[in-house]
């Protein structure tokens, strides 16, 4: 997935400098905070609730790509999504890592 990432980033490499730095601790703030609610909310084995936390935070998706293209140009959407896809995978690989122990010490062999 991130090999694909590469030469996408590297084109859009300028969109990430239009935003400001307060536009990115929001989109953070909001990741973690989708994260999170779907951990709290996630069932009792592991699994499941790293599996709820990762739909919570990745179903805005959608939603920003529909609502900027229906209410800007694809000019005015793209700086904003792009960033935000590239955060959420950073934000959420960290949460995975951190999962990972979670999910590994709980299997029943």
């Known amino acids: 997935m991130y090999?694909?990432?590469l030469p996408i980033l590297v084109k859009t490499s300028g969109l990430f400098l239009k935003m400001g730095l307060w536009s990115y601790v929001v989109m953070a703030i909001f990741i973690i905070a989708n994260l999170a609610i779907g951990h709290v909310l996630g069932p009792r084995d592991a699994q499941g609730r790293?599996?709820?936390a990762m739909e919570s935070g990745a179903r805005n998706f959608g939603?920003?790509?529909m609502i900027g293209v229906l209410n800007f140009n694809q000019e005015k959407a793209l700086p904003v999504f792009?960033?935000?896809i590239v955060l959420f995978m950073?934000?959420?690989t960290i949460y995975l890592k951190?999962?990972?122990n979670a999910t590994t010490?709980?299997?029943v062999v």
Do not use: C, D, F
């Open 90 to 92: 950073v934000i959420s």
């Open 98 to 100: 951190w999962r990972k």
């Open 50 to 52: 790293t599996t709820l």
């Open 63 to 65: 939603l920003a790509v």
């Open 82 to 84: 792009i960033p935000y």
């Open 105 to 107: 010490h709980t299997e």
């Open 3 to 5: 090999v694909l990432a």
